[in-house]
T-cell receptor
C-alpha cells in the first residue's frame, strides 16, 4: 500500500537552478523522510522531518512539511550535475511502527 | 567500514530454480528489511524483521521466504513460486524501536530470470 507519492515524476533543469519536488501522503504520520538513489545503486537517506516540524535544512537541501495538507517538499538549491538521481519520499503508514513505504520517486536530471 | 553488504550484485536464474540473496550488516541494527524495485517504480516491502528469529510479511511476500537466525544476517530466498522475479532487490536496516527511523540500504542485487 503506497503512502507517499512524488510529483513531478521527472524534472530536468540546468546546473545552478533550484529543483523542487513534492510529496503527498494519505494518513497521519510521525515523520517523513527523503531518500536519494543514483541509477542502479542503493538508496541514501537525505533528511527526516518530524510531524511537529515545519521546515528543516541540510546543506543545499530544504524540506518543508505541511501536515494540514499532508504534503512535503524537497528543495535542492544551486543544483549540480552530481545531483542527478531519483528522489523518494517515505513515510511510516498509520499504525505501523517499523515499516516505511516509498513513493514512485522523482527522476531529477541536472544538465551541465 | 560499517554498512550493509548484499551479494551477489548480479544473479541469473533459470525458471523453476530457487535463489538466495545474501544481506549482512555490521551496524548492530535490530531491524532489517527486504524491498523489491521494478524499473521506474518505487520500493515495495517484501519482508521485515525487528528481532532475531522473528519476521513479518510485507506487501508482496508471496513467492519469497526469509530467515533471521543471526542479528547480522537476513537472507532472502526467491522461490520458483514467484511468478515474476526479475527485479532489483534492496536490503536495508534500521536501529531501535518505536517510530520508523532512518533506513540504511545495501547496494542491491539485480536478479534476472532467463
Amino acid at each position: 500500500s503506497q503512502q507517499g507519492e512524488e510529483d513531478p515524476q521527472a524534472l530536468s533543469i540546468q546546473e545552478g537552478e533550484n529543483a523542487t519536488m513534492n510529496c503527498s501522503y494519505k494518513t497521519s504520520i510521525n515523520n517523513l523522510q527523503w531518500y536519494r538513489q543514483n541509477s542502479g545503486r542503493g538508496l541514501v537517506h537525505l533528511i527526516l522531518i518530524r510531524s511537529n516540524e515545519r521546515e528543516k535544512h541540510s546543506g543545499r537541501l530544504r524540506v518543508t512539511l505541511d501536515t494540514s495538507k499532508k504534503s512535503s517538499s524537497l528543495l535542492i538549491t544551486a543544483s549540480r550535475a552530481a545531483d542527478t538521481a531519483s528522489y523518494f519520499c517515505a513515510t511510516p503508514p498509520s499504525g505501523s511502527a517499523r515499516q516505511l513505504t516509498f513513493g514512485s520517486g522523482t527522476q531529477l536530471t541536472v544538465l551541465p | 567500514d560499517g554498512g550493509i553488504t548484499q551479494s551477489p550484485k548480479y544473479l541469473f536464474r533459470k525458471e523453476g530454480q530457487n535463489v538466495t540473496l545474501s544481506c549482512e550488516q555490521n551496524l548492530n541494527h535490530d531491524a532489517m528489511y527486504w524491498y523489491r524495485q521494478d524499473p521506474g517504480q518505487g520500493l515495495r516491502l517484501i519482508y521485515y524483521s525487528q528481532i532475531v528469529n522473528d519476521f513479518q510479511k510485507g506487501d508482496i511476500a508471496e513467492g519469497y521466504s526469509v530467515s533471521r537466525e543471526k542479528k547480522e544476517s537476513f537472507p532472502l530466498t526467491v522461490t520458483s513460486a514467484q511468478k515474476n522475479p526479475t527485479a532489483f532487490y534492496l536490503c536495508a536496516s534500521s536501529m531501535g524501536t518505536g517510530s520508523a527511523g532512518e533506513l540504511f540500504f545495501g547496494e542491491g542485487s539485480r536478479l534476472t530470470v532467463l
